[in-house]
Structures are given as structure tokens and as C-alpha cells.
């Protein structure tokens, strides 16, 4: 299965060029995964800026969820 397929900056629309690719294998199964980035470095920077702002903020909320979690088994 070579199937091309190309992968828009979601900032700037432009499309990103691969930095890394790599295979895994899970069991039997082989993946193929790719790192990619927007050509505009200024664009990426901000991209990834936006994106370590969002991980933290899913990170805080994984972390109150299981502190309530903690505490309704505790009572």
C-alpha cells in the first residue's frame, strides 16, 4: 500500500515536508510513523507553541480528574 498523500500546515495551509520517518513494530503489525513540519519555521514555532499550550492544558485536566477520582474512593 504506497499511497502518497500530502499533510496542510494548519496555520499557513501550506504543505508540511517530512522530518523523520520511522517503523514500529506492534505484534505482527508494522508502522510506519512520520514527523512532520511546516517549511515556515516561524509558523512551526508557533504551531508548536500552541500545541505544548494544549498538551499542558489536557495534562492539568488528566491530573484534576484523577485527584477527584482519588478522593471519592477515599470517602
Known sequence: MNTTY???CIRCGKP???VKSWEEKLGFSTITAT???CPD???QKIVDKNNAKQKA???ALKNRHSQRLQA????
Do not use: G
Open 6 to 8: 500530502t499533510n496542510i
Open 16 to 18: 508540511r515536508i517530512v
Open 35 to 37: 514527523n512532520t513540519a
Open 41 to 43: 519555521s516561524e509558523c
Open 57 to 59: 492544558r489536557q495534562d
Open 72 to 75: 471519592r474512593r477515599r470517602s
